[in-house]
């Protein structure tokens, strides 16, 4: 007998909120952090992940796939610096996404 998995699909992103993401962290830099441009960036994602009940690790590994497959985040740092930058986006996502909304 076997047993269906029970793990949840990995939401998609759509090609707007994508681009919006993208072009967020685009604007980031291992050295000065998080810019406005990105924290609005993650803040909508997050919010978007709430309203659909994503986990989040659905959200994590989301936005970790957009960063490690985006040219604009590629090509603007070493790896070491791209790997502090992305702690900067995963703390940022996780800071985010736990903030209490005033709904």
Do not use: N
Not at 32 to 59: D, F, K, M, N, V
């Amino acid at each position: 007998m076997f047993q269906l998995s029970t793990v949840p699909m990995q939401p998609k992103l759509s090609d707007d909120v994508l681009k919006s993401l993208r072009d967020g962290l685009a604007t980031c830099t291992s050295r000065q952090g998080l810019s406005p441009e990105a924290r609005q960036a993650i803040a909508s994602i997050c919010t978007l992940a709430r309203e659909h009940g994503w986990t989040p690790e659905q959200l994590l590994i989301l936005v970790k796939e957009v960063c490690y497959t985006s040219p604009e985040i590629t090509h603007l740092t070493t790896t070491s610096e791209r790997e502090a930058l992305l702690s900067m986006i995963v703390s940022g996502c996780i800071q985010e996404y736990y903030t209490p909304r005033a709904d």
